[in-house]
Structures are given as C-alpha cells and as structure tokens.
Nanobody
Framework: QLQLVESGGGSVQAGGSLRLSCVGP????????VGWFRQAPGKEREGVAT???????AYEESVKGRFTIFADSARNVLYLQMNTLRPEDTGMYYC??????????????????WGQGTQVTVFS
C-alpha cells in the first residue's frame, strides 16, 4: 500500500497560480507512473497529467501549456504547477500512482493508489 498525501490547494482568482504537492514513499524516484487527477462536482474524475517511470509526460488537452508536472527526488515530492488558472479548473485534485512504471492513458481506473485530495477553487 502506497500512502499519498496532497497539499497546496486553495482559492485563487482566475489567471492566478497554485502549486500542488504530493508526498509518498518513492513517488519521486520514477519507479511508478504517477499523476494528478481532478474531479469537479457532478463530474467524473479526469486525468490532468502523468509522469511515467519511462516515457514522455502526458497532459489533458485543456491544461497543456498551463500546468506542469514534475518531481523532486531529493525531497520525494511530486508537484503540479498550475498557472493561468481558469474557473473550469475548479475541483478536488488527487495525486495517484499505478503499479507499473509506464502510464498508458489518463484513465483513473488504471491507478491503484490515491491520496485524499486537495481542493482547488478558481473564482472569476
């Protein structure tokens, strides 16, 4: 069982920035595929960005150029830098990991371990 803990959510005006953090044993060492997901009220959980053990990063289309996923292996932290935030980015953001080092698609069903989530609210 891999325990993941997110932090860094909050309320921000549209156009602003937030940086989310996720701490978990070995999460930054690229032994797993790790990623960020979000869920807005009444909507399904959707993949935002993934960082594989091998292979390229992947981003959901609407966040490309605005969000960056990266890891700090020295601090064992996974980050999601979110810039130019929009009201439609509002939701609960989750850090997740899958048992494989490759990521495949941005499908929540493929991820076995989840954090408790951190709320992001973007107001106009």
């Amino acid at each position: 069982q891999l325990q993941l803990v997110e932090s860094g959510g909050g309320s921000v005006q549209a156009g602003g920035s937030l940086r989310l953090s996720c701490v978990g044993p070995g999460i930054a060492y690229r032994r797993y595929c790790v990623g960020w997901f979000r869920q807005a009220p009444g909507k399904e959980r959707e993949g935002v960005a993934t960082l594989p053990g091998v292979g390229p990063l992947a981003y959901e289309e609407s966040v490309k150029g605005r969000f960056t996923i990266f890891a700090d292996s020295a601090r064992n932290v996974l980050y999601l830098q979110m810039n130019t935030l929009r009201p439609e980015d509002t939701g609960m953001y989750y850090c997740a990991a899958r048992t494989e080092s490759y990521c495949g698609t941005l499908s929540a069903a493929d991820f076995a371990w989840w954090g408790q989530g951190t709320q992001v609210t973007v107001f106009s």
